[in-house]
T-cell receptor, first 112, second 115 residues
Framework: GNSVTQMEGPVTLSEEAFLTINCTYT??????LFWYVQYPGEGLQLLLK?????DKGSNKGFEATYRKETTSFHLEKGSVQVSDSAVYFC???????????FGTGTRLQVTL | NAGVTQTPKFRVLKTGQSMTLLCAQD?????MYWYRQDPGMGLRLIHY???????AKGEVPDGYNVSRLKKQNFLLGLESAAPSQTSVYFC??????????????FGPGTRLTVL
């Protein structure tokens, strides 16, 4: 089955710092790749996605590029804000019933 | 359009008690999923359904049962709750469409504590 490895958190950054959250995966074939975000006390929301190799997903200043050769989908943002504090999940989607496999999540804390 | 809703939001059970968590979606989605979220373990799939009247086991199905009698509802049951089932439970739904890239929409979660 699929599996995901995310960098352990928490990641603590000052506002306007550059963010990278690493994600690598193992999967059969070429899955679609997703980043979900979970704000405190809420459910998960889709942040961005990429459906094939070299695709770049982007949303709210966040970006991630589907790297087939390294099976990676690292999340980046050039300048984080306090409002970006949340838990971020990397998830490949594949197989019957389009099931997602979630990483353990990376908690991001942004301070002033 | 309420999206995905979950009932109840919080619940405390004693070991051995039973309960049912309700998930409802108003987006006419075919696929529905139940996950549990535990610290340091991400989300793990319990059961899922690809349509009304169908259910299937996910990664961690033991101790849970599900039913999908109506397309918009997906029920998760605990027949005899155990402390190991203390967790936050999330429901999600997804549209059946061409391609594998359509997102899952998540509910706000149910926090369950089993004493």
């Amino acid at each position: 089955g699929n599996s995901v490895t995310q960098m352990e958190g928490p990641v603590t950054l000052s506002e306007e710092a550059f963010l990278t959250i690493n994600c690598t995966y193992t999967a059969t074939g070429y899955p679609s790749l997703f980043w979900y975000v979970q704000y405190p006390g809420e459910g998960l929301q889709l942040l961005l996605k990429a459906t094939k190799a070299d695709d770049k997903g982007s949303n709210k200043g966040f970006e991630a590029t589907y790297r087939k050769e390294t099976t990676s989908f690292h999340l980046e943002k050039g300048s984080v804000q306090v409002s970006d504090s949340a838990v971020y999940f990397c998830a490949p989607l594949a197989g019957t019933a389009s099931k997602l496999t979630f990483g353990t999540g990376t908690r991001l804390q942004v301070t002033l | 359009n309420a999206g995905v809703t979950q009932t109840p939001k919080f619940r405390v059970l004693k070991t051995g008690q039973s309960m049912t968590l309700l998930c409802a979606q108003d987006m006419n989605h075919e696929y529905m999923y139940w996950y549990r979220q535990d610290p340091g373990m991400g989300l793990r799939l319990i059961h899922y359904s690809v349509g009304e009247g169908t259910t299937a086991k996910g990664e961690v199905p033991d101790g849970y049962n599900v039913s999908r009698l109506k397309k918009q509802n997906f029920l998760l049951g605990l027949e005899s709750a155990a402390p190991s089932q203390t967790s936050v439970y999330f429901c999600a739904s997804r549209l059946l469409a061409e391609g594998s890239y359509n997102e899952q929409f998540f509910g706000p979660g149910t926090r369950l504590t089993v004493l």
